[in-house]
């Protein structure tokens, strides 16, 4: 009794040999990495009513709100009809009161006011240090920012492009998230806090998490490559969430004992000034943090905060 | 109209489309409506091998008993109306017609399983459990969980990121690409590793069954053997009138359980109703006879002296098994880092029944099946490998999916003292170590509220530079530092499985 005709055996192997090939395709046609090149966002002239707004209060959203509104109101930031990229830090599967990411409630009015300003669309997103989705649920941005209308979503490995810069940078042919450049606003809402390495985490820092690849390797001369990232990505707003800060045991922390009260918001188009003012805020050298005194060697901003506009309020 | 034959592939398909909308469903936040758990503790021959080798009841042992109760009262309607790995078996070799075999032949055939069974309840008897190799419903989540849905979602991926990249489709496309993302395709695409492994299991008793219909349900399956055996005494029977000898029932049967003179063999009959409708007398039927008369039966497959005897057979293959098997001094030579709070090496692996839930369920993709790494008896079992993902600190998804208590359910306070391990860090490839450039990725990741890895300040060449090291007290071996150490080809920092947190202890119960 023949069990398997040759007909049949012939069709089991062109079988077989036909699923490897179609797996190989789509693996090379889906696994490909960033195969596409950027020369980085052109950034849009704002003409801000002031430097820098700092406000300290008890009430994340209204201090957002009224910072914004002090340096002139979202509408300088959002043009109408636009597609805006909020970039909080949702690096870590913490909850809020930990203060390791951008507090959800900055995040949400921030949302809520450029939808007012007229934004056709606005995008929030961060590359995750731990598993994105505990991340986005476990931190409350999802939840909040979706309850305000926008589109929260995870960085997809496949979607990211290669930078490239006028100059020579250690940062050139980085893989960077292709919907942090195809935007007409960027806002940079990084979480004031410790970290090992840089000793604060601020602004340029949080332009990490629009990089892909082997995120380690960011870390050798870390100081010129986030200064080259912020000039790659020219964010036009930078909002630090002070509200809480976790003082030690960065950046993930997870004793609440390690988090002060600061109460503080501080908004300003230029991400070095509010870098600045963040660090000596908390008392922190700005020359000690490795990317702000980059950034000062290369004249993108100085040491102190004397003779800029900078306001200060309290709600 | 074939009503009863259509009846039992609608009930096929509701039951595979269940199986797998579970297994897909069992993925964080975890909010489907069923237990993963539920598919295979309703499975008796991976409750009892379990309870047999580890002398304990296993929990939601009562599924498996109504399994077999209802066995009881109407045949293995399980093999024939639910079994997955028998729908697609059917769905193989449905359209086959098989030369018959003789009725010799099909004894001898249908032999081989209940052999199997006893090794497998001979193997329970001398503490190891040997189910996990041979059960039709682990077979099947094994190949779900670990080839399927990662396939699918794999090919999804690719299909629509070349899509979207080619034809540059980044507005509605990419939006509905994200929103199924998120809500049915899972956001990761998932590694496997040895998938291959697993696959070529399953498509052997595929094609097994391409060439003789239901062959692995015949010969091999000793969930069938174990249900057979329950099925001797069913109520169910089949009955023939008016019998023209005319032989179909007995050629057609996919079982072989009729036997050439229409009678048929009740324990191997599997209700898949093919024979009332062959009947060209129209004289076959199934249905609750009362009285003892009723029924013809045509011999029974095995009888209890030849059980017996097969059970002897089984013994020497008990060598086999302890020797691949660890527990006796020496064999800890090959250690795996295991889930959180697995139980003992030896107690984990007569537990563990490899259904693949908990790599499934897995956030990191960390949690891999074994092939040879924690020896033969430890195929398939999970292990994390940090290279691929961590062990998420908060995360107690591997212990509520297991089936059977091989790794135990956490609350998150036991889950975040329990250590899978201590990291260490090789200084002969650690970058700040040896060639004193600034790093310190693992400080940054580690999820410990005061840090397992510590900094310490010391000057080289006049400039200053920080260095980790572990603070073995404090570190619980979740492994992200391993994970996104960016030394390569080896990372400079690895977990150790030593110091592990085996089970849960009585005083950490809340």
């Known amino acids: 009794m023949a069990i398997c005709s040759r007909r049949k055996f012939l069709k089991i192997v062109a079988a077989g040999i036909g699923s490897a090939a179609a797996l190989r395709f789509f693996s090379r046609a889906g696994i490909a990495q960033a195969v596409r090149s950027s020369n980085g966002r052109k950034r849009r002239t704002i003409t801000a009513d002031h430097d820098l707004v700092a406000v300290k209060g008890s009430d994340p959203a209204a201090m957002t709100r009224a910072a914004v509104k002090a340096l002139g109101g979202m509408a300088k930031f959002v043009p109408r009809g636009s597609t805006v990229v909020v970039k909080p830090n949702i690096g870590w599967d913490r909850s809020p009161e930990t203060g390791a990411n951008t507090n959800p409630d900055v995040v949400a009015a921030l949302v809520e006011m450029c939808y007012e300003a007229g934004a056709k669309r606005v995008n929030v997103f961060d590359n995750t240090c731990n598993t994105a989705q505990r991340c986005y649920e476990t931190s409350g941005i999802r939840r909040l920012a979706e309850s305000k209308g926008a589109r929260v979503y995870h960085t997809d490995a496949w979607n990211f492009v290669r930078a490239q810069f006028p100059y020579e940078s250690p940062m050139e042919g980085w893989p960077v998230f292709r919907d942090a450049i195809e935007c007409d606003t960027f806002i940079n809402v990084p979480v004031l806090k410790h970290h090992g390495l840089t000793g604060l985490t601020l602004g340029m820092k949080n332009l990490m998490g629009v990089c892909g690849g082997s995120r380690g390797q960011i870390h050798f001369n870390i100081g010129r490559k986030l200064v080259d990232m912020a000039d790659f990505i020219k964010p036009e707003l930078t909002v630090i969430d002070g509200f809480r800060y976790l003082a030690r045991n960065g950046p993930t922390g997870g004793n609440l004992a390690d988090v002060l009260a600061l109460g503080t918001v501080i908004a300003s188009p230029d991400i070095t000034l509010a870098d600045v003012y963040a660090a000596r805020l908390v008392g922190r050298d700005p020359n000690s943090i490795p990317y702000i005194a980059n950034a000062i060697e290369r004249g993108l901003g100085s040491p102190y905060y004397a003779g800029k506009d900078v306001v200060e309020l309290s709600v | ?510």
Request: net charge positive.
């Open chain 2, 1 to 510: 109209m074939k009503k009863l034959v259509v009846a039992k592939r609608a009930s096929q398909a509701v039951f595979l489309s269940m199986f797998v909308y579970i297994l897909w469903s069992t993925t964080y936040p975890l909010t489907g409506p069923v237990s993963p758990q539920l598919l295979f503790k309703a499975d008796p021959l991976l409750v009892l091998a379990t309870a047999v080798s580890e002398r304990a009841a296993v929990p939601g042992i009562a599924w498996a008993l109504a399994m077999c109760f209802l066995t009881l009262v109407a045949g293995r309607f399980f093999c024939g109306w639910m079994c997955p790995l028998g729908s697609l078996i059917d769905m193989a070799g449905a359209e086959k017609k098989d030369r018959p075999l003789s009725d010799k032949r099909n004894r001898r055939l249908r032999r081989v399983k209940y052999w199997l069974l006893a090794c497998i309840l001979a193997a329970a008897g001398a503490g190891i459990q040997l189910a996990w190799l041979f059960d039709p419903v682990v077979i099947f989540g094994r190949f779900v969980s670990l080839n399927l849905i990662p396939a699918i979602t794999f090919a999804f991926d690719a299909a629509f990121s070349s899509l979207i990249r080619g034809f540059h489709l980044y507005g509605p496309v990419y939006d509905l690409y994200r929103y199924l993302k998120t809500t049915i395709l899972g956001v990761q695409v998932r590694y496997v590793a040895h998938a291959a492994a697993v696959f070529a299991y399953i498509l052997s008793i595929v094609i097994a069954a391409d060439l003789l219909k239901r062959s692995w349900c015949r010969i091999c399956c000793p969930l069938g053997a174990l249900y057979g055996l329950i099925g001797r005494f069913t109520l169910l029977e089949r009955s023939v009138d008016r019998c023209s000898h005319c032989g179909n029932c007995s050629s057609s049967c996919r079982m072989g359980a009729i036997t050439k003179d229409a009678g048929y063999v009740k324990s191997e009959c599997i209700l898949c109703m093919d024979c009332v409708y062959d009947c060209p007398s129209k004289g076959t039927r199934f249905g609750f006879p009362l009285g003892p008369e009723a029924g013809e039966i045509g011999g029974s497959s095995v009888n209890r002296r030849q059980f017996l005897a097969l059970g002897l057979l089984s013994l020497p293959s008990l060598l086999g098994f302890r020797v691949a098997y660890p527990g006796r001094p020496g064999s800890q030579r090959r250690r795996v880092i295991r889930p959180p709070a697995a139980l003992e090496e030896e107690e984990f692996l007569n537990r563990c029944v490899r259904c693949g839930n908990c790599m499934k369920v897995c956030v990191t993709n960390g949690l891999q099946p074994a092939f040879l790494e924690s020896g033969i008896g430890g195929i398939w079992t999970p292990h994390l490998v940090p290279e691929i993902g961590y062990c998420e600190y908060h995360c107690t998804l591997c212990g509520s999916v297991c089936p059977t208590g091989a790794i135990p359910r956490l609350t998150e306070e036991q889950k975040l003292k329990t250590r899978l391990g201590i990291a260490r860090i090789d200084r002969s490839l650690c970058l700040p170590w040896i060639k004193k450039q600034e790093c310190l990725v693992c400080e940054e990741h580690c999820p410990i509220a005061s840090k397992a890895i510590q900094l310490r300040p010391t000057t080289v060449n006049g400039k200053a530079l920080l260095r980790p090291y572990i603070n073995e007290r404090l570190c619980i071996g979740c492994g992200i530092c391993q994970t996104k150490c960016p030394v390569r080809p080896d990372r400079a920092i690895k977990i150790y499985p030593v110091r592990v947190t085996r089970g849960i202890k009585k005083r950490q119960k809340p």
